[in-house]
């Protein structure tokens, strides 16, 4: 089975510092993508990615940036973080070409900024 | 763009009832749809997909969806729910982006809780 693998579960931050979030698939897929998961708003894009070096804004990009370097490493990056940037951040994968197979979703790493 | 309504934010269904939840969509052509489960504290697991063929498609956990073009929906049905069904369902359809990159558009979610 495809593994995601998210570095951190759980993450606080001060405001204001610059925080990585990093994400590794093992199946060789091009597809990367970066969510947020808040209640009663389910989880919304942030980047995606479809290929090394190449990025896409989803639909709440303000605030993140994203590195792709090798394909199997997917980075986000809150350049200065804030406190409403505390939420769920979820990476996901997929091969592209076959999207009808599904995504396959990471763990999470519950992002807290005080 | 396209976008994915769940109505229902939160369903109460007593244990060994039915279950219906509701997803509807907007996207012009045939659409991939999915239907994913999250438990609490978990991430999030694949119940069923759909992209071509029969209409009526079978997942993990006796789940079953209905994809009907003529409503634009894809609704997420169970004969007899168990209490560990209680979680979250996300609804959620490709988006096909530019450069040949696509993206998974979510649902809100609906929240099912089982009441004994």
């Known amino acids: 089975d495809v593994k995601v693998t998210q570095s951190s579960r759980y993450l606080v931050k001060r405001t204001g510092e610059k925080v990585f979030l990093e994400c590794v698939q093992d199946m060789d897929h091009e597809n990367m993508f970066w969510y947020r998961q808040d209640p009663g708003l389910g989880l919304r894009l942030i980047y995606f990615s479809y290929d090394v070096k190449m990025k896409e804004k989803g639909d709440i990009p303000e605030g993140y940036s994203v590195s792709r370097e090798k394909k199997e490493r997917f980075s986000l990056i809150l350049e200065s973080a804030s406190t409403n940037q505390t939420s769920m951040y979820l990476c996901?994968?997929?091969?592209?070409?076959?999207?009808?197979?599904?995504?396959?979703f990471g763990s999470g790493t519950r992002l807290t900024v005080v | 763009a396209q976008s994915v309504t769940q109505p229902d934010i939160h369903i109460t269904v007593s244990e060994g009832a039915s279950l219906e939840l509701r997803c509807n969509y907007s996207?012009?052509?045939?659409?991939?749809l999915f239907w994913y489960v999250q438990s609490p504290g978990q991430g999030l697991q694949l119940l069923l997909k759909?992209?071509?063929?029969?209409?009526l498609v079978q997942g993990i956990k006796g789940f079953e969806a209905e994809f009907k073009r003529s409503q634009s929906s894809f609704n997420l049905r169970k004969p007899s729910v168990h209490w560990s069904d209680a979680a979250e369902y996300f609804c959620?359809?490709?988006?096909?982006?530019?450069?040949?990159?696509?993206?998974?558009?979510f649902g809100k979610g609906t929240t099912l809780s089982v009441s004994s």
């Open positions: 996207y012009g052509a045939t659409p991939y």
């Open positions: 996901a994968s997929s091969p592209y070409g076959r999207e009808g197979y599904g995504y396959t």
């Open positions: 959620a359809v490709v988006e096909w982006a530019n450069q040949a990159g696509t993206a998974l558009i």
């Open positions: 759909y992209f071509s063929g029969d209409t």
